[in-house]
C-alpha cells in the first residue's frame, strides 16, 4: 500500500512547461526564422539571378552560331523593321512585337512553312501593318517540324504569352503577338533583346546633340537609322502590368519605381540616353573631353540580353545606390561623376572608366559581333 502512494506523489508532482518557458521558446524560434528566412530569399534570389543569367547564355552562344552560319543575328524582322512607328507600344495603337519574340522565329522556329494553314494554333505576328508572318504554336521548338535547323528549345516553363492570363500583360494591342509566347527570366519576366542595325552608318564626331546612335524609331519609310532603336522593346518597356510579378514599368504615379528605359515614365527621364548608357561600350567613347556630350563609338555588343533581374525592373529608377535617376544611366557617366566634369579616379586617383550598368540588379549579356 505504501509503495502505491509513492509512485502516485512521484506522479502528480512531475514539472510542466511554465506560460514564460513557452514564450521563451517561440520567441527563441521567431528569432531564429527571422534570421534564416532572409538568408533564404537571398539564396533563392541569387540561385534565379544565375539561372537567369545561365539562359541568356544559352541564347547568346545560340545566337552567335546562327550569326556563324547566317552572316546576320536572328530575328526573321529586320532591326530596322522592328524599328517601324507601327511598332512603337505608346497607347492603342502600338503593334508591340518584341524583339526577342523576333529572335526566337529563328532560333527555335515555327514559322509556318505549307499550302494550308494546320488546324492547331496559329498567330499572325509581325512589326508593320501589312506585313506579316504565319506562326504554328505547336511547331515552336520542334525539330525537323517544318525542316528548319533549330539553334535554340526554349524550356516550357520560362516561355510564356504576355496575354495578361498566363504571364503578364504587354502594352501592345495586337492579340496574335500577346498569344506568341515570350522568352522569360528565372524571376517571371519578359527577357529583352537590343539587336544591333548593322547597316545603319558609324558616328565618328559629334555631341550628344547629334547622335544617331540610338532613336525610338527608323521612321515610317525606315530611313532615318541608328545602331539601336527602342521601339521593339516598348511592349514591355511601356506595360503597367508585367510578368508574374505584375510590375509596372512606367511608374504612374510617380512616387512609385518605374523603369528609366521606359519612354512613359512619369520622372522626365529620357529613355534614349538611358539605351546608350545600356549598349554603348564603355570602353570605346568617342571623346571623354567633352563631359555630358560624350557618345559611344562602339556598342556593347551586336547584340545586348537583359533581364530586369530580382527586382523586376529593367534599370529601376530606386535601384539602391542610383542617386538622381535623371542623370544615372546617361552615357557620359561611365566617365564622370557629375555634370559639372568630376572624373571617376582609381586608387592612384589617376582617371579611370566604370560600368554604369553595374549598378544595377539587372542581368546583361552582350554577344559581340
Given at each position: 500500500m505504501s509503495r502505491c502512494n509513492t509512485?502516485?506523489?512521484?506522479?502528480?508532482?512531475?514539472?510542466?512547461?511554465?506560460?514564460?518557458?513557452?514564450?521563451?521558446?517561440?520567441?527563441?524560434?521567431?528569432i531564429i526564422i527571422s534570421i534564416i528566412a532572409p538568408m533564404l530569399g537571398r539564396t533563392r534570389a541569387i540561385a534565379r539571378s544565375a539561372l537567369t543569367s545561365?539562359?541568356?547564355?544559352?541564347?547568346?552562344?545560340?545566337?552567335?552560331?546562327?550569326?556563324?552560319?547566317?552572316?546576320?543575328?536572328?530575328?526573321?524582322f529586320s532591326p530596322r523593321e522592328m524599328a517601324h512607328p507601327n511598332n512603337v507600344a505608346s497607347g492603342a495603337s502600338g503593334r508591340g512585337f518584341s524583339a526577342m519574340?523576333?529572335?526566337?522565329?529563328?532560333?527555335?522556329?515555327?514559322?509556318?512553312?505549307?499550302p494550308t494553314l494546320p488546324?492547331?494554333?496559329?498567330?499572325?505576328?509581325?512589326?508593320?501593318n501589312g506585313s506579316t508572318v504565319e506562326v504554328d504554336l505547336d511547331a515552336i521548338g520542334v525539330p525537323g517540324k517544318y525542316d528548319n535547323k533549330l539553334y535554340y528549345t526554349p524550356d516550357a516553363k520560362f516561355f510564356d504569352p504576355q496575354d495578361g492570363i498566363i504571364g503578364g500583360q504587354s502594352?501592345?494591342?495586337?492579340?496574335?503577338?500577346?498569344?506568341?509566347?515570350?522568352?522569360?527570366?528565372?524571376?517571371?519576366?519578359?527577357?529583352?533583346?537590343?539587336?544591333e542595325d548593322e547597316t545603319a552608318p558609324r558616328q565618328i564626331s559629334g555631341t550628344a546633340s547629334t547622335n544617331n546612335f540610338v532613336r525610338l524609331d527608323a521612321g515610317s519609310s525606315l530611313d532615318e537609322p541608328a545602331r539601336f532603336y527602342l521601339a521593339p522593346n516598348t511592349t514591355f518597356l511601356n506595360s503597367t502590368n508585367l510578368g508574374r510579378s505584375t510590375k509596372d514599368q512606367t511608374g504612374q504615379p510617380s512616387s512609385r519605381s518605374y523603369s528609366l528605359l521606359s519612354d512613359q515614365n512619369p520622372g522626365g527621364v529620357d529613355a534614349l540616353q538611358t539605351l546608350m548608357g545600356l549598349v554603348g561600350s564603355p570602353s570605346s567613347p568617342l571623346d571623354v573631353t567633352a563631359s555630358q556630350d560624350i557618345l559611344p563609338a562602339e556598342a556593347r555588343g551586336g547584340m545586348v540580353l537583359q533581364s530586369a533581374g530580382i527586382d523586376g525592373y529593367y534599370l529601376n529608377s530606386r535601384e539602391r545606390g542610383v542617386g538622381d535617376p535623371s542623370t544615372t544611366m546617361k552615357y557620359w557617366r561611365n566617365f564622370y561623376v557629375s555634370p559639372g566634369g568630376i572624373r571617376h579616379v582609381n586608387d592612384s586617383n589617376q582617371p579611370t572608366t566604370i560600368d554604369v550598368v553595374s549598378s544595377f540588379d539587372d542581368v546583361v549579356i552582350s554577344t559581340s559581333n
Open positions: 509512485t502516485l506523489r512521484s506522479t502528480s508532482s512531475a514539472k510542466g512547461f511554465t506560460l514564460i518557458e513557452l514564450l521563451v521558446v517561440l520567441i527563441v524560434i521567431a545561365s539562359m541568356l547564355n544559352e541564347v547568346s552562344k545560340a545566337s552567335q552560331q546562327f550569326r556563324n552560319d547566317n552572316n546576320r543575328w536572328p530575328g526573321y519574340q523576333n529572335i526566337m522565329l529563328d532560333l527555335a522556329g515555327g514559322i509556318w512553312v505549307g488546324a492547331n494554333p496559329t498567330v499572325d505576328v509581325g512589326p508593320i502594352a501592345g494591342n495586337i492579340a496574335d503577338h500577346q498569344r506568341l509566347p515570350s522568352l522569360i527570366d528565372a524571376f517571371g519576366n519578359p527577357m529583352l533583346a537590343w539587336v
